[in-house]
């Protein structure tokens, strides 16, 4: 069975910094992208940022210039790092693992989610 063990998330001021990590288990032979999406109470999920197997890097326009996503391939791991945080970014942030091809299956795989909250 596919996994996803998230973390770094935690309570910070405005303007500080966090990095989420996201690692994938199991019979894992490719994944095509892994991306961070993000929650709020009362809110519609969104794509925070996403990455694919070649690099290829995508992000809303809210996080942009401030937040950058990165990837090892071959340990299946997926960074997120968040500078210049503001108090819009509090959300619970979830990792997702696209396009997965283990031994047995294929398909999208999500992480159980951190909290991430920007509060002064």
């Known amino acids: 069975q596919v996994q996803l063990v998230e973390s770094g998330g935690g309570l910070v001021q405005p303007g500080g910094s966090l990095r989420l990590s996201c690692a994938a288990s199991?019979?894992?032979?490719?994944?095509?992208?892994m991306g961070w999406y993000r929650q709020a109470p009362g809110k519609q999920r969104e794509l925070a940022a996403r990455?694919?197997?070649?690099?290829?890097?995508t992000y809303v326009d809210s996080v942009k210039g401030r937040f950058t996503i990165s990837r090892d391939n071959a340990k299946n791991t997926v960074y997120l790092q968040m500078n210049n945080l503001k108090p819009d970014d509090t959300a619970v942030y979830y990792c997702n693992a696209d396009g997965v091809q283990s031994y047995s299956d294929y398909g999208s795989y999500w992480g159980q989610g951190t909290q991430v909250t920007v509060s002064s």
């Open positions: 199991g019979r894992i032979f490719s994944i095509k992208a």
């Open positions: 990455i694919t197997s070649g690099g290829t890097t």
